[in-house]
């Protein structure tokens, strides 16, 4: 299980072999490592959350979160694009191709 996490979190710290990541507490504040670089989380919605200890990063990582970011794809822009071309060529074909003069 810790393997899981070293890959997104990085190398595990000492004594965080049994740590239990099911914090149920809801107002429970992680400490920040100092000498931890901050990773940031993605979940499948697309929110992000930036952690700045390996124990919160864990706890995300097992709640689901993930360095990928699976919905950042540009799919609006895709659509926008392609009805914009669809509709350049219609007025293009309709105009020069296709006159009534």
């Known amino acids: 299980m ?3 996490f070293e890959n997104v979190c990085g190398e595990a710290p000492q004594g965080t072999e049994n740590l239990n990541f099911q914090i149920s ?3 429970f504040v992680f400490e920040n490592d100092p000498s931890y670089q901050t990773i940031v989380l993605y979940d499948r919605d697309g ?3 930036n952690v700045n200890s390996w124990v919160e990063c864990a706890h995300y990582v097992n709640g689901g979160w993930n360095n990928v970011n699976y919905t950042n794809f540009g799919g609006d822009q895709t659509i926008f694009i392609g009805l914009l071309f669809v ?3 219609y007025i293009f074909f309709k105009k020069f ?3 009534d003069d």
């Open 97 to 99: 191709i296709v006159s």
């Open 2 to 4: 810790i393997e899981d």
């Open 47 to 49: 929110n992000v959350v």
């Open 25 to 27: 507490d809801p107002n």
């Open 87 to 89: 509709f350049s060529f």
